[in-house]
Nanobody, 127 residues
Framework: QVQLVESGGGLVQAGDSLRLSCAAS????????MGWFRQAPGKERQFVAA????????YYADSVKGRFTISRDNAKNTVYLQMNSLKPEDTAVYYCAAAPGFVRDSNYASKGEYRYWGQGTQLTVSS
């Protein structure tokens, strides 16, 4: 069982940077692949970024590639999402999620691979 709590959201201006954190409980955090998803009002939850359990590989949605960076600190049971050059279209509730076990490279963007989800943190980017 893994419990996830996101933090770091807020109201920022376009072009600003912000870092989200996701703190995980449970001693098995280090063997979980982790992902960030986001959901804007009236839209489906969509993939943002993912990182393997070791931190050796990362994956990004095209819309955030080059602006966002996912990282993790297994000693602190925490995964981060550094967001730079924020745009109004990045406005959404951001969720972190944990996927135990093996995940194919092509499946990291799939919500169905993730077993545990946090409650989300709101990011609003004003123009």
């Amino acid at each position: 069982q893994v419990q996830l709590v996101e933090s770091g959201g807020g109201l920022v201006q376009a072009g600003d940077s912000l870092r989200l954190s996701c703190a995980a409980s449970g001693r098995t955090f280090s063997i979980h692949n982790m992902g960030w998803f986001r959901q804007a009002p009236g839209k489906e939850r969509q993939f943002v970024a993912a990182i393997t359990w070791s931190g050796g590989s990362t994956y990004y949605a095209d819309s955030v590639k080059g602006r966002f960076t996912i990282s993790r600190d297994n000693a602190k049971n925490t995964v981060y999402l550094q967001m730079n050059s924020l745009k109004p279209e990045d406005t959404a509730v951001y969720y972190c999620a944990a996927a135990p076990g093996f995940v194919r490279d092509s499946n990291y963007a799939s919500k169905g691979e993730y077993r545990y989800w946090g409650q989300g943190t709101q990011l609003t980017v004003s123009s």
